[in-house]
């Protein structure tokens, strides 16, 4: 079944009394799968822009960071992407202010409340 928001499903019973059926439309809830973070090759000395996106999802996911394990919440920024096939992807970039010792940064993206995250030095 393709990951979508909303379904369509039909159930039909049979027995010896007749037949009866039944459709509705439901909504598929499904956790992403996938997390892509990206850091610059190339960085500014004074600051680092990092970004994180979660492939679909429904309903949409909040993305946190953490720098060197500090959780951080400042300079994010967030957006969502509804998807014309159901499913919400969540893009997230975060600003950091750096200094000389830029090499030495740990950056981690996590989807909150599941145990999907990416790290990059």
């Known amino acids: 079944m393709a990951r979508q928001g909303l379904v369509n499903i039909k159930c039909r019973a049979t027995n010896s009394l007749g037949s009866v059926a039944q459709e509705f439309t439901t909504v598929i809830e499904y956790e992403p799968s996938q997390l892509i973070l990206n850091v610059p090759k190339t960085v500014n ?15 949409a996911k909040h993305l946190t960071w953490r720098i060197n394990g500090v959780k951080i919440t400042e300079g ?40 999907l995250c990416s790290s990059k030095t």
């Open 76 to 115: 994010v920024e967030e957006s969502e992407i509804v998807m014309d096939t159901g499913g919400v992807i969540t893009h997230s970039v975060v600003n950091i202010a750096t200094a000389a010792d830029v090499d030495q940064l740990r950056v981690t993206c996590c989807v909150q409340g599941m145990d």
């Open 45 to 59: 000395r004074e600051e680092l822009s990092v970004d994180c996106s979660t492939d679909a999802a429904n309903p």
